[in-house]
């Protein structure tokens, strides 16, 4: 959207307002997309044309104006030209009018107005002010303001066409550097944070686009966030990416595994201590608190802490005051808290292993990461993704997964979520060596198990009487690629070609079975081939 303020302030439109004012006695006016006339109601506003003036004084003088602006937008509605000459409000005066487009799209239009003809007779301009005396302006009045309009012809009435398209032109100009200055300051705030950039926290699922939405509500905030998932969802990734996304991101982010420490430790890790203040403490040491202050304290498996630590956490939380082991004076910080956990508080809090009024104070706001099982449909876009970024660190030209391996991967329930996932791929690269394609043979054997074992399960939950008409001769590889296709043939016909409702029942993932589909040629359209429709 055009700023049109921005472009009446601009010292280019402002000198071409003025010499099309001063010379040809014509006020420019700016109408938006919508039709909507810019700024002329300003009460500021200087009007160049008499005319103009008393027209608009007048209290139906807006009303005027816009049925003339109705006229421009209707002949650009169904015409392609540039420009357009047209008959104002009152017969005999006209206005010219100039198309502002802006990579191929309209964005408004840029009117000079109004002016007469040097065709114009006495008795045109005395219908004119007929016309004006009609609509209640007094005679008088109007035969001064038209006395001042000026008549066009020859040069004089090329040059004011040209300026007016001149003016236009800089709307365009100025709108189309507005909008690439703007795209640059994105970009270079996005390469400041690319590393936590959420569109690297890679997902297109619905899922997942939830999970952004949120994200992008919660990073300015300074609430106290809590994230839970499963172990390898990218619970410090997410962390790191409100961190980096919010008024904190030019101070420390922090981050401690809870579960990595004992209570004394961890008490020391978190608050720091003093010098003496146990064998060992040969002198003072800043907790990461402290170290965090002003910044943000990614505090990761918390379900982890002793009810001890829990009601120091509490109290830090609450009056954002500590106490280093060994100190006998409190400290003061100013930390974003960002908590994590992949277990169930809730009933650890029924279980009296885990404080509630600690529960309520990190989960202020809860981001809930989906497991990768979840989420099926990611699962490709994350393996190009770590593929791609495996062979550019290596210096390997870019490989590519064969369609089978795919299925594979997709039959996997990745109980490690996406660190498994990006594991199993930079596996892979180093497996296939020179190979350019990754092939199934190259996986892990708890991948190709998993898929065997879903494939069993999908025999053990089919229909009776479904291996009737199977060919029992022959290799084993084909009579179960038979059996799958007939299973995925009358299942989506079942189903209604309801793909999320089958991939449910065979036990395999909507993704998987779309490439089933594909890769046997069972869509309605193939069906409808095959059955002579």
Same mark, same amino acid.
């Given at each position: 959207?055009?700023?049109?303020?921005?472009?009446?302030?601009l010292?280019?439109?402002m000198?071409? +307002?003025?010499?099309i004012?001063?010379?040809?006695?014509?006020?420019?006016?700016?109408?938006?997309?919508?039709?909507?006339?810019?700024?002329?109601?300003?009460? =500021? &506003?200087?009007?160049?044309?008499?005319?103009?003036?008393?027209?608009?004084?007048?209290?139906?003088?807006?009303?005027?104006?816009?049925v003339?602006? /109705?006229?421009?937008?209707?002949?650009y509605?169904?015409?392609?030209?540039?420009?357009?000459?047209?008959?104002?409000?009152?017969?005999g005066?006209?206005?010219?009018?100039?198309?502002?487009?802006?990579?191929?799209?309209?964005?408004g239009?840029?009117?000079?107005?109004?002016?007469?003809?040097?065709?114009?007779?006495?008795?045109? *301009?005395?219908?004119?002010?007929?016309?004006?005396?009609?609509?209640?302006?007094?005679? !008088?009045?109007?035969?001064?303001?038209?006395?001042?309009?000026?008549?066009?012809?020859g040069?004089? &009435?090329?040059?004011?066409?040209? *300026?007016?398209? $001149?003016?236009?032109? /800089?709307? !365009?100009?100025f709108?189309?550097?507005?909008?690439?200055? /703007?795209?640059?300051?994105?970009?270079l705030?996005?390469?400041?944070?690319?590393?936590?950039?959420?569109?690297?926290?890679?997902?297109?699922s619905?899922?997942?686009?939830?999970?952004?939405?949120?994200?992008?509500?919660?990073?300015?905030?300074?609430?106290?966030?809590?994230?839970?998932? !499963?172990?390898?969802?990218?619970?410090?990734?997410?962390?790191?990416?409100?961190?980096?996304?919010?008024?904190?991101?030019?101070?420390?982010?922090? %981050?401690?595994?809870?579960?990595?420490?004992?209570?004394?430790l961890?008490?020391?890790?978190?608050?720091?201590?003093?010098?003496?203040?146990?064998?060992?403490?040969?002198?003072?040491?800043?907790?990461?608190f402290?170290?965090? =202050?002003?910044?943000?304290?990614?505090?990761?498996e918390?379900?982890?802490t002793?009810?001890?630590?829990?009601?120091?956490?509490?109290?830090i939380?609450? @009056?954002?005051?500590?106490?280093?082991?060994?100190?006998?004076?409190?400290?003061?910080?100013?930390?974003?808290?960002?908590?994590?956990?992949?277990?169930? *508080?809730?009933?650890? $809090?029924?279980?009296?292993?885990?404080?509630?009024?600690?529960? &309520?104070?990190?989960?202020?706001?809860?981001?809930?990461?989906? %497991?990768?099982? +979840?989420?099926?449909?990611d699962?490709?876009?994350?393996?190009?993704?770590?593929l791609?970024?495996?062979?550019?660190?290596?210096?390997?030209?870019l490989?590519?997964?064969?369609?089978?391996?795919?299925?594979?991967?997709?039959?996997?329930?990745?109980?490690?979520?996406?660190?498994?996932?990006?594991?199993?791929v @930079?596996?892979?690269?180093?497996?296939a060596?020179?190979?350019?394609?990754?092939?199934?043979?190259?996986?892990?054997?708890?991948?190709? /198990?998993?898929?065997?074992? =879903?494939?069993g399960?999908?025999?053990?939950?089919?229909?009776?009487?479904?291996?009737?008409?199977?060919?029992? =001769?022959?290799?084993?590889?084909?009579? *179960?690629?038979?059996?799958?296709?007939?299973?995925?043939r009358?299942?989506?016909?079942?189903?209604?070609?309801?793909?999320?409702?089958?991939?449910?029942?065979?036990?395999?993932?909507r993704?998987?079975?779309?490439?089933?589909? @594909?890769?046997?040629?069972?869509?309605?359209?193939?069906?409808?081939?095959?059955?002579? @429709?």
């Amino acid at each position: 959207m055009i700023d049109w303020k921005a472009i009446k302030d601009l010292h280019t439109t402002m000198s071409l +307002e003025k010499i099309i004012g001063n010379w040809y006695g014509l006020d420019i006016i700016y109408a938006d997309t919508q039709g909507r006339v810019q700024l002329i109601q300003d009460p =500021n &506003y200087s009007f160049k044309s008499p005319l103009l003036k008393l027209q608009m004084a007048h209290s139906f003088g807006h009303d005027w104006l816009e049925v003339d602006v /109705e006229k421009v937008f209707e002949f650009y509605n169904s015409s392609h030209e540039m420009s357009f000459e047209f008959n104002a409000f009152f017969p005999g005066t006209y206005g010219y009018s100039h198309k502002v487009e802006v990579d191929g799209e309209f964005c408004g239009v840029v009117i000079a107005y109004p002016y007469f003809k040097d065709t114009s007779t006495s008795e045109e *301009l005395a219908n004119v002010v007929h016309k004006m005396v009609e609509c209640g302006i007094d005679a !008088e009045d109007a035969k001064a303001a038209i006395s001042k309009v000026k008549k066009f012809s020859g040069r004089f &009435y090329t040059e004011m066409k040209e *300026l007016v398209a $001149i003016v236009a032109d /800089e709307v !365009e100009t100025f709108h189309s550097e507005i909008s690439k200055r /703007e795209a640059r300051i994105m970009d270079l705030n996005s390469e400041l944070g690319n590393k936590y950039r959420y569109h690297n926290i890679i997902g297109k699922s619905k899922k997942m686009q939830q999970v952004y939405h949120l994200l992008s509500k919660v990073a300015n905030s300074e609430s106290t966030i809590m994230i839970q998932g !499963e172990n390898g969802t990218g619970k410090e990734m997410v962390a790191k990416a409100i961190h980096y996304n919010s008024p904190r991101k030019d101070a420390v982010f922090s %981050a401690v595994n809870c579960s990595a420490f004992n209570d004394n430790l961890l008490d020391s890790e978190l608050f720091g201590h003093v010098k003496g203040a146990f064998t060992g403490a040969i002198k003072d040491k800043k907790g990461v608190f402290e170290v965090a =202050n002003g910044g943000t304290l990614f505090l990761d498996e918390i379900g982890d802490t002793s009810p001890s630590m829990q009601v120091k956490l509490l109290r830090i939380l609450q @009056e954002g005051t500590y106490m280093p082991v060994g100190a006998t004076t409190p400290k003061k910080v100013s930390v974003r808290v960002i908590a994590a956990t992949n277990k169930n *508080l809730k009933e650890m $809090i029924a279980k009296g292993e885990f404080r509630e009024d600690l529960y &309520y104070r990190i989960n202020v706001i809860n981001v809930a990461l989906p %497991a990768l099982r +979840e989420r099926p449909e990611d699962i490709p876009v994350l393996m190009d993704f770590f593929l791609q970024k495996r062979c550019e660190e290596a210096g390997l030209p870019l490989k590519t997964f064969s369609k089978k391996c795919l299925e594979k991967m997709l039959d996997h329930t990745w109980p490690g979520n996406v660190r498994e996932l990006q594991n199993e791929v @930079e596996r892979l690269v180093v497996i296939a060596g020179d190979d350019k394609t990754i092939t199934p043979d190259m996986l892990s054997a708890r991948i190709l /198990e998993s898929g065997e074992s =879903n494939s069993g399960h999908q025999r053990s939950h089919s229909s009776g009487g479904v291996l009737k008409g199977i060919n029992t =001769n022959g290799s084993l590889k084909d009579a *179960l690629e038979e059996l799958e296709i007939m299973m995925i043939r009358e299942g989506l016909k079942r189903c209604a070609f309801n793909k999320s409702k089958l991939a449910k029942e065979l036990g395999i993932s909507r993704a998987g079975l779309i490439m089933k589909v @594909e890769k046997y040629g069972l869509d309605k359209r193939a069906l409808k081939r095959a059955a002579g @429709e």
